[in-house]
């Protein structure tokens, strides 16, 4: 008997992100695998064991739940935003090559999610609405020049930059870093967009320049690891609007680059 | 009385795809515009009415949508995938600027979606694991060169990279130009996935190499105006299972790219 592995994305907290797909797909499960904090979001069911799991050990979860599917379960394991992006996807696919053969032979089915950063460019307006990219900042599985040589990649060839993982307590400096480093080649107007729990009920959305990016507000630090930062082009715009929220937007439109 | 547009995301074509705020969305709005195929999907409602438009009108649809809403009406403009990304929210952020002061006092709502490189990474394995951008293949809005520089500059950075928009009746030879220009930067072998009508029931998804990736099979053209092509990096993975489609993967961890 073959198993099945489901790797579900919830979005990025609230169930109205949810797809249908991903419902029915937490609901046919047999055993939930994931963060701790995700599977407490999620509605007890009858006959649905619960494997929670701390936030760092993606590979050791992966492991689990592929060995829980090679015996003949439906497994899911559960993943913040879209299990694609920067998430638990890769982590399994990892497993899967260099597991025993079982694993090859088990139906996988990857169920995609709202991803931070379309969560965050929504509550805007249109941050991502030309060419852009998405960059993670933690340095814990590749060096930090590599990271500094994609900005400077991005920045130069007028990417607009999602920055995911911009900081943790294990890693304090790397955003005002990469912040200094944007600033080589981006203007100080640049508008910078940061999105903190965006969809639960702390969100908090600020609108701010790349000069500004790496100041700490009175009261309130604007980047943590539930923050996604979007960062601008040249051509990104800001709306004011009397009595709303300023709209961000990206033009489809793009000239020629100064090199 | 001031009315409310709805910008939402409808995903890559099935309503399984569908996100629960979606669904509200749609249900609440009592006009609905967008491009008419997409419009026909949906299901017909009391009282809702129907603004079906041509692909290529974008702009002409935001206005008339924004000019519907400052009325006072709930108005919903569809997208495909996310609105977001290379779809309607940007041409509406545009229309705002620069419209009559009651465009900038409306209610404007972005619900976002499942964008194609999600859905067609989702199908594949995790070929996004990795950090990305995604760029428009169209030279509609922007010159060619700036492509051509974006290419440049996301190969040699070692991003995975999703090409949107591929080609089209009036553009025939750049994703040809594009193949041509990634090959300079990536190995022969580097992994290509083409993901067409995914979530639709012609849903394809191939996987072919940098080498072969403009070669037309027999009988088939894989890539037309449906296609995302998801163009791997020099560390992304192939896993052959017996029986089942390939997984394709980015690894999480990177190592210094040669310059």
């Known amino acids: 008997m073959s198993g099945r592995l489901a790797v579900i994305g919830l979005g990025p907290g609230d169930p109205r992100y949810l797809t249908a797909e991903a419902a029915d797909a ?12 995700y599977l407490d979001r999620m509605p007890a069911r009858a006959g649905q064991s619960r494997h929670p799991s701390d936030n760092r050990e993606e590979t050791a979860r992966a492991g689990e739940a592929l060995r829980h599917a ?3 379960g439906r497994v899911a394991v559960v993943s ?123 969100e908090r959305v600020d609108i701010t320049t790349l000069s500004a990016a790496d100041d700490t507000p009175a009261g309130a630090a604007p980047v943590d690891m539930a923050t996604l930062v979007i960062v601008g082009t040249r051509e990104t715009r800001v709306i004011a609007r009397p009595g709303r929220q300023p709209l961000v937007y990206t033009p489809r439109a793009a000239t020629e680059v100064s090199a």
């Open 80 to 202: 913040g935003g879209d299990p694609g992006v920067f998430a638990m996807a890769a982590a399994i696919c990892e497993q899967i090559e260099t597991g025993p053969d079982a694993w090859r032979a088990l139906d996988v089915v990857v169920v995609p999610g709202i991803t931070a950063m379309l969560a965050v460019a929504a509550r805007i307006g249109a941050p991502l609405g030309h060419d852009f990219c998405a960059l993670s900042l933690s340095d814990n599985l590749k060096p930090w020049p590599l990271i500094e040589r994609r900005l400077d990649a991005a920045a130069e060839a007028g990417f607009v930059i999602a920055l995911y993982n911009p900081v943790s307590h294990a890693r304090p400096w790397q955003f005002g870093n990469a912040v200094e480093r944007l600033r080589r080649h981006l203007p100080a107007t640049t508008p910078v967009v940061f999105g903190r729990a965006v969809g639960r009920r702390d």
């Open 26 to 37: 937490l609901a046919e499960a047999q055993a939930l695998y994931g963060y701790g904090p």
């Open 70 to 72: 090679a015996q003949g």
